[in-house]
């Protein structure tokens, strides 16, 4: 296969890729419908010299897949037979093989070089986005015309703020800006905070900036704000914007609003890493520290610098940063239920959207944050989930998911827990409140895709009672299998191939993106939680994902392979074995020698023994980072509380900071220079049922990232074991401890989850309660049998004689069925 240290990182439908450039020719198959840039393709399969395509300038690849959509073939067919690419059977090739555009994951696409900037101004068709251009002007016009720059001065609050009656009927500034000009680009999603002022559509109260008395100074603030910034960027100020308080807190309704009434001051990018984005990729140089508009303006002087951009309009510059290194990504697939039995699909399918009930909660852009959203789902629906807080929250959560769609995001629609019935893309505005409906009005809109209609193998059971759930990488790969039918390809290479994008493109899975954004920002990070919260478990889930992904395809290492499997094991061994994953306890007795340096008795010359200074476990990592600077090095300490970490670290302390990576200290006992490289990483995990993160180490605390993980009942969902449903006993019983002790003495998840999957049987239940669950409670309640008995109930405990009542495992179930999940959380 060809060199991979030749490939360049590339973004296509906001998906990432890794090119092998053209030799300067493709090669024609003799079947299949791929063009092919390396000779040695395991794809290639016929044996005779196989016909080239001439490719003088390398870009043909850009051209095909540009032609039109990945999903429109009797497009890019059209096109492969205008210019002559056709197979051996006479077929027109439709698409690049793997060995031109290899699917890759974000992380991944991170550690390769861009594509560059003069082959991609070399590929880009100008004429390909005159029509767009022209609509986006024209949807400029026509809000200058509607909202005429100087009427802006005196312009009322009910010309410009959302909430206020039927908003699609008035069209206020707020609503043209969010959902009625695509054309100029979207600031659709998240809450209606963007527009710095809101009437909230349950109750028509308003919502603003707490420093106003009312609305109405709120909008003389405001409005006199946003006079200002679009006079500061006319008059080439831009950067000035940063110190207008009253809008501070509206950068994307601002950015787009310089558009419409000072376009040729910034270019129309409106989120601000977005803006970072493209300035290091067309700088190759670390973004400099800047305010939002500063930064604004430092793009616009790369761009009036660069003599390749000396006549585009800054339209077409926006066109073209998109195109070629697109910042949006397909940044979560979830799951979606379509009603009880799929009864909603047809009218979902039909009108291009999913649809989820709980209307007793309108519109979700009305509310102010997730926290007010959350009080008025509580308000609403607290009978109905019988009080129980975790179930309120858990389904609150799961309506206000449907809030962070993006374009771009998938959706899988389901029936029950096997059948796919289809999956779209999101798009347009994404989550709309469809007041016109008669029930079920929160929707998304979305694109369908019935090809991927099909049988999970093996059913879901959590998503029995769960209408929208993420979907981690290695499900979604089951899903695509489930819809791949021998006629959605030609050749098996091609199933492969789209497989292959079904996995590696996924980004991390969403409980592993902090980790990860964690080790980007500090270099270290502690999950702290909880026993049975899944720390250590998650630690390695990211090791095997992360470090799999940057391992350059050492032997034996899956990315995707699902915990617990064994192809899961053998991802770890192979990473340990390589030197990337490194593995470690704390406990009271390990110190400094151990983990940095110290003095070892070694066999002698004459077969006593001798002391001699020997290398820890850290000092080994760093120093085999350091030769090998292209792969990062992840150290895991498990139970890093129970250590004494400032006798442990020692001047590590200071070592670790990200941006004393590099220095050197001298060590004490070696008199060596010792630094800590910046590709080496450390996970530390910490039960707080032990110890506090209040207790540790202040230099320790302000060298990590903290990530707390609560107990999840979403694994258990749907699991029952006879009556017995796993999420509903975890909730009560976490909900009772609460109450009475603390948050941090809560059970986790992964009691009910031997080997990774739910317990299903009375007997293994009753064993866990009994040898795991009883005895840390127990410990909990410090023999107080009283207690013991709140959480658990007098059926299990009997507080008088301070025993365990003597209950097989079918009579153990059913108390703890009749006590935790008919009773609830509040014991009597």
């Known amino acids: 296969m060809a060199d991979e240290q030749q490939q360049v990182a590339v973004t296509y439908e906001r998906r990432d890729y890794a090119l092998t450039p053209s030799p300067g020719e493709v090669i024609l198959p003799g079947h299949g419908r791929m063009i092919h840039h390396d000779p040695a393709c395991l794809h290639l399969t016929d044996s005779h010299q196989l016909p080239r395509f001439p490719d003088p300038d390398r870009l043909l690849w850009r051209r095909l897949i540009d032609s039109a959509p990945s999903d429109d073939t009797a497009g890019r067919a059209e096109y492969a037979r205008s210019v002559g690419l056709l197979g051996g059977s006479g077929r027109p090739l439709v698409s690049p093989c793997s060995c031109v555009l290899r699917p890759v994951s974000p992380t991944q696409a991170a550690a390769l070089p861009p594509w560059p900037l003069d082959e991609a101004l070399a590929a880009f068709d100008r004429d390909r986005f005159a029509a767009r251009l022209r609509e986006m002007e024209a949807a400029a016009e026509q809000i200058r015309q509607d909202f005429p720059w100087e009427d802006w001065p005196t312009m009322p609050l009910e010309r410009y703020a959302l909430g206020q009656g039927d908003s699609a009927q008035t069209k206020p500034y707020c609503y043209l800006l969010e959902f009625g000009t695509n054309a100029l680009g979207s600031i659709a999603g998240g809450s209606a905070m963007k527009h710095l002022l809101f009437a909230r559509s349950q109750d028509g109260s308003w919502w603003h900036d707490p420093r106003y008395a009312d609305e109405e100074e709120a909008w003389e603030a405001v409005r006199a704000g946003i006079v200002s910034a679009v006079t500061a960027a006319r008059e080439g100020r831009i950067a000035d914007i940063d110190t207008i308080d009253a809008i501070r807190s509206g950068p994307a309704l601002i950015a787009k609003t310089l558009r419409v009434y000072a376009p040729e001051s910034s270019?129309?990018?409106?989120?601000?890493?977005?803006?970072?984005?493209?300035?290091?990729?067309?700088?190759?140089?670390?973004?400099?520290?800047?305010?939002?508009?500063?930064?604004?303006?430092?793009?616009?002087?790369?761009?009036?610098?660069?003599?390749?951009?000396?006549?585009?309009?800054?339209?077409?510059?926006?066109?073209?940063?998109?195109?070629?290194?697109?910042?949006?990504?397909?940044?979560?697939?979830?799951?979606?239920?379509?009603?009880?039995?799929?009864?909603?699909?047809?009218?979902?399918?039909?009108?291009?959207?999913?649809?989820?009930?709980?209307?007793?909660?309108?519109?979700?852009?009305?509310?102010?944050?997730?926290?007010?959203?959350?009080?008025?789902?509580?308000?609403?629906?607290?009978?109905?989930?019988?009080?129980?807080?975790?179930?309120?929250?858990?389904?609150a959560n799961e309506v206000w998911k449907l809030l962070s769609l993006r374009p771009g995001d998938l959706v899988v629609a389901n029936r029950g827990t096997s059948e796919i019935l289809g999956v779209g893309q999101v798009t347009g505005d994404g989550y709309v409140w469809r007041a016109d409906r008669d029930t079920h009005r929160h929707t998304v809109e979305v694109e369908w895709d019935e090809s991927y209609s099909g049988r999970l193998e093996e059913p879901e059971r959590s998503w029995a009672t769960v209408t929208v759930k993420d979907v981690p990488a290695q499900l979604w790969a089951r899903i695509r299998r489930a819809g791949q039918t021998p006629a959605d390809t030609d050749t098996a290479a091609e199933a492969e191939v789209a497989v292959a994008v079904a996995v590696a493109a996924q980004p991390l899975d969403a409980e592993l993106r902090p980790v990860a954004d964690a080790l980007r920002r500090r270099g270290q990070a502690v999950l702290f939680g909880p026993p049975g919260t899944g720390k250590t478990y998650t630690a390695l889930r990211f090791a095997a994902r992360w470090l799999g992904e940057l391992s350059g395809g050492l032997p034996g290492v899956d990315p995707y392979a699902g915990p617990g499997t064994p192809a899961f094991g053998r991802t770890l061994d192979a990473l340990t074995e390589a030197g990337r994953l490194t593995t470690v306890t704390f406990h009271p007795g390990y110190g400094y020698e151990d983990f940095v340096e110290g003095?070892?008795?070694?066999?002698?010359?004459?077969?006593?023994?001798?002391?001699?200074?020997?290398?820890?476990?850290?000092?080994?990592?760093?120093?085999?980072?350091?030769?090998?600077?292209?792969?990062?090095?992840?150290?895991?300490?498990?139970?890093?509380?129970?250590?004494?970490?400032?006798?442990?670290?020692?001047?590590?302390?200071?070592?670790?900071?990200?941006?004393?990576r590099g220095y050197s200290v001298l060590l004490p006992l070696s008199q060596e220079q010792f630094s800590v490289p910046d590709n080496v990483y450390l996970i530390g995990t910490m039960n707080t049922a032990d110890r506090s993160i209040r207790m540790l180490d202040a230099a320790i605390r302000r060298r990590f990232v903290f990530l707390e993980l609560l107990p999840d009942s979403a694994p258990l969902q749907g699991c029952h074991v006879e009556q017995l449903h796993l999420a509903d006993l975890l909730d009560a019983l976490n909900q009772r401890i609460r109450t009475h002790l603390d948050r941090e003495k809560q059970i986790g998840q992964a009691f009910f989850l031997p080997n990774g999957a739910p317990v299903d049987s009375a007997a293994d239940l009753a064993a866990i309660v009994r040898g795991e669950i009883l005895p840390l409670l127990q410990e909990y309640a410090y023999d107080d049998y009283s207690l013991l008995a709140a959480f658990l109930g007098e059926d299990l405990v009997d507080p008088e004689t301070h025993t365990l009542r003597d209950l097989g495992d079918e009579e153990l179930v059913n108390a703890l069925y009749s006590e935790l999940q008919i009773k609830g959380g509040a014991a009597e």
């Open 267 to 395: 270019l129309a990018v409106y989120a601000t890493d977005f803006v970072r984005h493209f300035l290091q990729r067309l700088t190759g140089q670390p973004v400099p520290k800047l305010e939002r508009f500063a930064l604004q303006a430092r793009l616009k002087e790369v761009i009036d610098s660069d003599e390749r951009f000396a006549d585009w309009p800054y339209d077409l510059v926006v066109e073209f940063l998109y195109w070629w290194a697109d910042p949006n990504r397909t940044q979560q697939t979830v799951k979606i239920a379509t009603g009880e039995g799929g009864r909603l699909w047809e009218e979902c399918r039909t009108g291009g959207y999913i649809a989820v009930g709980w209307d007793d909660v309108p519109d979700l852009r009305s509310y102010a944050d997730s926290d007010e959203f959350r009080d008025a789902f509580a308000a609403a629906y607290t009978d109905e989930y019988n009080g129980s807080k975790s179930k309120i929250t858990a389904k």
């Open 599 to 660: 003095f070892r008795p070694v066999k002698g010359g004459s077969g006593g023994l001798v002391l001699d200074r020997t290398d820890g476990v850290f000092k080994r990592v760093c120093a085999a980072a350091a030769a090998d600077p292209g792969h990062p090095y992840l150290v895991v300490v498990d139970e890093l509380n129970r250590g004494n970490l400032p006798k442990i670290f020692g001047e590590l302390i200071t070592l670790l900071e990200k941006d004393k």
